[in-house]
């Protein structure tokens, strides 16, 4: 069975840090990362002097309107390089930023009230960062889900039939694919997603 536990097992992270920052994503992006599942937010991280650094808290948001869609602390980048190799909590010399999720609302986002982020990674008062994530509130019950991708595969074999299947997936993705998802033991409540979303997969309702 595959399982997407979140590593924290609240709202927030112990507070070990005073840093705070917000991310404002383009809606390709925020679109993309509704799409497939990921464990960490890689991004180009500001230059000059003031930026996030590890451990840091991040509230991920989308604009038009403002909401707030995650949670977040800063982390390596696996192949960053230190500005002083002998010192493991110097500065990155790269730009990179990474931030590990600890709480998604990429489904239901948040609205959050005033003016955008000037930026696309801005520094944040710890007050309103606090604030934002007493609003996201705690991750939700967690269910089991029975999810399906069928497509009929003309071939002259079942392993070429497969590696046909695979070719189909990895061209086509979740853009186009619908997969089929319903509660585990209730299969008659099966539904169809395209785009991260449901999708009516029956032409009759059209009509």
Request: proline letters at 11%; a negative charge; hydrophobic letters at 40%.
């Amino acid at each position: 069975m595959t399982d997407t536990e979140p590593r924290t097992s609240g709202t927030t992270d112990g507070e070990t840090t005073t840093g705070a920052w917000a991310v404002l994503l383009p809606a390709e992006r925020f679109e993309a990362e509704r799409l497939v599942h990921h464990d960490v937010l890689e991004l180009t991280g500001p230059a000059g002097a003031a930026r996030p650094r590890p451990g840091d808290r991040v509230a991920v948001l989308v604009g038009e309107p403002l909401r707030l869609v995650a949670l977040g602390r800063v982390a390596f980048a696996s192949s960053e390089i230190r500005e002083d190799p002998d010192d493991p909590q110097s500065d990155p010399a790269t730009g990179s930023l990474v931030v590990t999720y600890t709480r998604r609302a990429l489904d239901e986002p948040v609205p959050v009230d005033g003016p955008a982020p000037d930026g696309p990674v801005v520094a944040l008062d710890p007050a309103r960062w606090r604030a934002l994530a007493d609003r996201i509130g705690p991750p939700p019950a967690r269910s089991t889900w029975l999810v399906s991708l069928d497509l009929p595969i003309e071939a002259a074999s079942r392993a070429e039939a497969v590696r046909i299947f695979w070719s189909y997936v990895q061209e086509l993705g979740p853009r186009e694919l619908p997969a089929f998802v319903s509660p585990y033991g209730d299969e008659l409540a099966m539904q169809a997603f395209v785009l991260g979303a449901e999708a009516n997969q029956d032409p009759e309702e059209d009509d």
